[in-house]
């Protein structure tokens, strides 16, 4: 070829020149590695496919503007665990990983391709938001990017990972994907930076303390999963695409495993303590029953009063709902409303049948919850539950009282099966409150109020919270042996694999928000 290919070559070396040594000691001593890096570590290895390494920035006339090679963002597609996948990977070292008009363009063109073949995307962040000297033309490029994750939502998976800065525009896209992952001590997302709260507000805080990994994994619900390093983050990104569909017309592989699905576990007939006040660990039972070691939590930090996660049961995937007894005795609040309601949509877009572990005393009472809202974010989970058409299994396994008793995804709302635990305790309210109404004048009166209450207490737990009333009612189709649970909802499983269900015809619901 001589000439033409000396010039390639050229070419070649010039890009791999950008790379240096210099550039890498720059990022590893942030605690971080480079774009590079992490692209390849995501991809199987050797299958990365670079798109648009070549393209010059599209400079700009004012200050510091520079052009570089790629405008500092490493984009393309390739395999993850033998399964396509498209990603880019912004370069922290080119121009703080600022977003210009040709970084944009990449971005924008791995989404297309993605979703034009039904494959996940995945942004790895690490970026200074829209590029100061490239003006409306780096605006328009993050516009431009938040259509297209508008447009992929719940038709292909989009996972986002913040392992740097993710300031001003940058974080609107990630808010907009499905999934954020953040790393510990080297990320950070906010609209404003700790300079303009300062000026505005007079406030002082640093980076971590106004939206750092801890801040968004406990506190505004923002980010779902927190690693302690780059490496870990993206061994997390993988896990979380096993149990991932690559698009929403196909199903979440299936992975078959060991555990048998007719193992009895009987040590869950007592994990239920005889006092019904008494708390326990809503994960353990979730453990027993779902494939040995195949529970994968979302959100594992925030709103701990509901638990969710995708699991594996017989190999399939599931996605998880429980209350938490242990936090807050698993009642719902705003924040575990939401957090189920986003996870319930997810679930539904891709096909991933839902799992509910009931034991919810009720909604949160209270005037701060009152209000911030709790009516119209509850209606978000009563809403997210009923509109949801995958298949949806509930196990009640203690309480289930008032709006939650429906909210929790009850039969009338459109639940596929309801099974109950013989400690199940169903009814409109629970004891305390619905004695308390009922028998006000008789309890002023009596002599022994105490001894009367704790008589009508016992009379109304045989009489009306206990699970035959709603399982002769065919308000749940079966109480049943806990140990069995596992059994149980699978075969349900399978009789729902040709669910089908179809919504009156319209543009879109409009769910309260
Ligand atoms: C151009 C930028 C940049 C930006 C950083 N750089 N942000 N260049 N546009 N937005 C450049 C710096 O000039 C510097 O270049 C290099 O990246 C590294 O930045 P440093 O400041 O040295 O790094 P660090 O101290 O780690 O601070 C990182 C940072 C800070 C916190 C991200 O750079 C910063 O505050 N940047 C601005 C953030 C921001 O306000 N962005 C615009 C938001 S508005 P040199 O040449 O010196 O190496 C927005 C609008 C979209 O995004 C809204 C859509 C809804």
């Known amino acids: 070829m001589?000439?033409?290919?000396?010039?390639?070559?050229?070419?070649?070396?010039?890009?791999?020149?950008?790379?240096?040594?210099?550039?890498?000691?720059?990022?590893?001593?942030?605690?971080?590695?480079?774009?590079?890096?992490?692209?390849?570590?995501?991809?199987?290895?050797?299958?990365?496919?670079?798109?648009?390494?070549?393209?010059?920035?599209?400079?700009?006339?004012?200050?510091?503007?520079?052009?570089?090679?790629?405008?500092?963002?490493?984009?393309?597609?390739?395999?993850?665990?033998?399964?396509?996948?498209?990603?880019?990977?912004?370069?922290f070292n080119m121009m703080g990983g600022s977003l210009g008009a040709v970084h944009a363009n990449k971005i924008t063109k791995v989404h297309d391709m993605a979703l034009k073949t039904g494959s996940p995307v995945i942004g790895l962040i690490d970026s200074g938001g829209a590029r100061i000297q490239e003006g409306v033309s780096s605006l328009n490029g993050y516009a431009n990017i938040f259509r297209r994750n508008v447009l992929a939502s719940g038709v292909i998976p989009q996972i986002s990972a913040i392992m740097g800065p993710a300031a001003g525009g940058a974080v609107y896209?990630?808010?907009?994907?499905?999934?954020?992952?953040?790393?510990?001590?080297?990320?950070?997302?906010?609209?404003?930076?700790?300079?303009?709260?300062?000026?505005?507000?007079?406030?002082?805080?640093?980076?971590?303390?106004?939206?750092?990994a801890k801040v968004h994994s406990t506190k505004s619900g923002v980010a779902q999963f927190v690693y302690s390093d780059d490496a870990n983050l993206i061994l997390g990104i993988k896990k979380l695409l096993t149990y991932l569909p690559s698009n929403n017309i196909e199903n979440a592989p299936f992975v078959p495993n060991d555990d048998p699905?007719?193992?009895?576990?009987?040590?869950?007939?007592?994990?239920?303590?005889?006092d019904p006040d008494k708390p326990y660990d809503v994960k353990e039972v979730i453990r027993l029953v779902v494939d040995k070691g195949r529970f994968?939590?979302?959100?594992?930090?925030?709103?701990?009063?509901?638990?969710?996660?995708?699991?594996?049961?017989?190999?399939?995937?599931?996605?998880?709902?429980?209350?938490?007894?242990?936090?807050?005795?698993?009642?719902?609040?705003?924040?575990?409303?939401?957090?189920?309601?986003?996870?319930?949509?997810?679930?539904?877009?891709?096909?991933?049948?839902?799992?509910?572990?009931?034991?919810?005393?009720?909604?949160?009472?209270?005037?701060?919850?009152?209000?911030?809202?709790?009516?119209?974010?509850?209606?978000?989970?009563?809403?997210?539950?009923?509109?949801?058409?995958?298949?949806?299994?509930?196990?009640?396994?203690?309480?289930?009282?008032?709006?939650?008793?429906?909210?929790?995804?009850?039969?009338?709302?459109?639940?596929?099966?309801?099974?109950?635990?013989?400690t199940a305790e169903i009814a409109v309210m629970g004891p305390d409150g619905a004695i308390a109404i009922l028998y006000r004048k008789e309890l002023a009166a009596a002599e022994d109020p105490a001894a009367l209450k704790r008589e009508l207490v016992a009379k109304y737990r045989s009489e009306v919270t206990n699970p035959y009333i709603a399982d002769e009612k065919g308000f749940i189709d079966e109480v049943i042996d806990p140990a069995y649970t596992r059994i149980k909802l699978y075969r349900a499983l399978k009789s729902l694999d040709k669910k089908s269900v179809s919504l009156p015809r319209r543009k879109h619901g409009n769910i309260p928000l």
Request: contains cysteine.
């Open 2 to 91: 001589g000439q033409a290919y000396d010039k390639f070559l050229a070419r070649q070396q010039k890009l791999e020149e950008q790379y240096n040594e210099e550039y890498y000691a720059k990022q590893h001593n942030r605690g971080k590695l480079t774009a590079r890096e992490r692209i390849l570590m995501l991809f199987d290895e050797g299958t990365f496919e670079e798109l648009d390494a070549y393209v010059p920035s599209a400079g700009s006339s004012f200050g510091k503007s520079k052009s570089v090679m790629g405008d500092g963002v490493i984009a393309g597609y390739g395999t993850i665990q033998g399964r396509q996948v498209y990603a880019y990977s912004q370069d």
């Open 173 to 212: 896209s990630p808010a907009m994907t499905d999934f954020i992952f953040m790393t510990e001590g080297t990320s950070y997302m906010f609209v404003t930076g700790p300079d303009v709260v300062r000026q505005v507000l007079n406030e002082q805080v640093t980076t971590d303390q106004l939206g750092g």
């Open 261 to 274: 699905i007719d193992r009895v576990e009987e040590s869950l007939r007592d994990i239920v303590p005889e």
């Open 296 to 422: 994968f939590e979302v959100a594992e930090n925030f709103a701990q009063n509901i638990v969710v996660g995708f699991a594996r049961l017989g190999g399939y995937t599931i996605g998880v709902i429980a209350n938490q007894p242990k936090v807050m005795a698993g009642s719902l609040d705003i924040d575990s409303s939401v957090k189920g309601a986003r996870f319930i949509n997810f679930c539904d877009s891709f096909n991933i049948p839902i799992v509910t572990f009931e034991d919810v005393p009720g909604f949160m009472p209270g005037t701060d919850q009152e209000h911030q809202g709790i009516i119209r974010n509850g209606a978000k989970l009563l809403y997210a539950y009923t509109r949801a058409t995958v298949p949806k299994l509930t196990v009640i396994l203690r309480k289930s009282y008032g709006g939650a008793y429906i909210v929790m995804n009850a039969k009338g709302i459109g639940g596929d099966y309801s099974f109950a635990w013989p």
